[in-house]
């Protein structure tokens, strides 16, 4: 009997015989699921991303700040070239924005229901 002869008997008996076709099927399935666990992990463990890119430099990007509570919110802009440029009229209210300290420019809203007077029409 050569190998390939072997080989052959032992694939059709693989298939005819359900307990091995069973033990394929539980094989695959613990392989999809160590795979599914290994992503997860790989997922949790790995920071993103991976590689970072250097910024290309029209594609600045800035974190804007929102600090709300139930009465009022800040939003806070972090201050560099081109947002004083864009809050330039800023200075006309007296406000020092070539402070070399300065690192944020602060908007403050209030929550205009509670600027009202209590009535009676106010209460409903």
């Known amino acids: 009997m050569s190998c390939q002869d072997f080989l052959l008997q032992i694939a059709t008996v693989a298939v005819k015989h359900p307990l091995l ?3 394929k099927i539980l094989k695959s399935f613990a392989i999809v ?3 599914i666990a290994a992503a997860t992990s790989a997922g949790i463990v790995l920071p993103r ?5 250097d910024p290309t430099p029209g594609d600045v990007r800035h974190r804007i700040l929102v600090l709300s509570n139930p ?3 800040d939003i806070a802009v972090p201050v ?3 947002i004083l440029a864009g809050f330039g009229f800023l200075r ?9 300290n300065l690192r944020y420019i602060i908007f403050t809203t ?5 600027l009202m007077k209590p009535s009676p029409d106010n209460l409903r």
């Open 21 to 23: 076709s069973q033990l």
């Open 33 to 35: 699921i160590a795979l």
């Open 49 to 53: 991303p991976i590689w970072r890119d």
């Open 71 to 73: 009465i009022h919110s």
């Open 80 to 82: 560099d070239a081109d």
């Open 92 to 100: 006309d209210g007296a406000l020092d924005l070539d402070d070399p």
């Open 110 to 114: 209030i929550m205009p229901h509670l």
